[in-house]
């Protein structure tokens, strides 16, 4: 291996260092059984940041104009009430909240694809605490996700 070939590999990151090896990766959802890309692919990144910041605004917007009287620290604390709250019903029922309805999203159970109640419940326990949303895998499944047996996808 060249020196050039060595640093090139550091700078593009251990994926591409092993796909240059001969690892094959695959796309997004291959090992669940879902399409590349379209209805039924696994949501991007962008799209689940962008129906999260809708459905936090939403809740917030809620909080501050029904709940407090006013912004300050309670109108977080109950945002975060009516986040969790709204998500556990909505995805629960529907399976998707307001913001992933914009952003053309479903959250569905990997073997049955309705979700069961007490796996939306686990899922969004674990999505307000935060910590595991911000762990990913392979397919880009937050470890709320993997936990509760669910994937996001486009509808």
């Given at each position: 291996?060249?020196?050039?070939?060595?640093?090139?590999?550091?700078?593009?990151?251990?994926?591409?260092?092993?796909?240059?090896?001969?690892?094959?990766?695959?796309?997004?959802?291959?090992?669940l059984?879902?399409?590349?890309?379209?209805?039924?692919?696994?949501?991007?990144?962008?799209?689940?940041?962008?129906?999260?910041?809708?459905?936090?605004?939403?809740?917030?917007?809620?909080?501050?104009?029904?709940?407090?009287?006013?912004?300050?620290?309670?109108?977080?604390?109950?945002?975060?009430?009516?986040?969790?709250?709204?998500?556990?019903?909505?995805?629960?029922t529907?399976?998707?909240?307001?913001?992933?309805?914009?952003?053309?999203?479903?959250?569905?159970?990997?073997?049955?694809?309705?979700?069961?109640?007490?796996?939306?419940?686990?899922?969004?326990?674990?999505?307000?605490?935060?910590?595991?949303?911000?762990?990913?895998?392979?397919?880009?499944?937050?470890?709320?996700?993997?936990?509760?047996?669910?994937?996001?996808?486009?509808?």
């Open positions: 291996m060249d020196n050039r070939q060595a640093i090139g590999s550091w700078l593009s990151g251990p994926r591409a260092a092993a796909e240059d090896a001969g690892a094959d990766f695959g796309y997004r959802g291959e090992q059984g879902l399409p590349e890309s379209g209805p039924g692919s696994i949501a991007r990144p962008g799209r689940r940041l962008g129906a999260l910041a809708v459905d936090w605004a939403l809740c917030t917007l809620i909080a501050y104009g029904l709940i407090t009287d006013g912004y300050g620290q309670a109108t977080g604390n109950w945002a975060l009430l009516v986040f969790f709250v709204l998500s556990a019903l909505t995805v629960g529907v399976g998707f909240t307001p913001g992933k309805r914009l952003f053309g999203l479903r959250v569905v159970a990997l073997d049955t694809g309705t979700v069961n109640p007490l796996r939306v419940l686990l899922r969004t326990v674990l999505l307000c605490l935060a910590l595991p949303a911000l762990i990913w895998d392979r397919d880009g499944r937050g470890l709320h996700d993997r936990l509760a047996r669910t994937v996001e996808v486009r509808i």
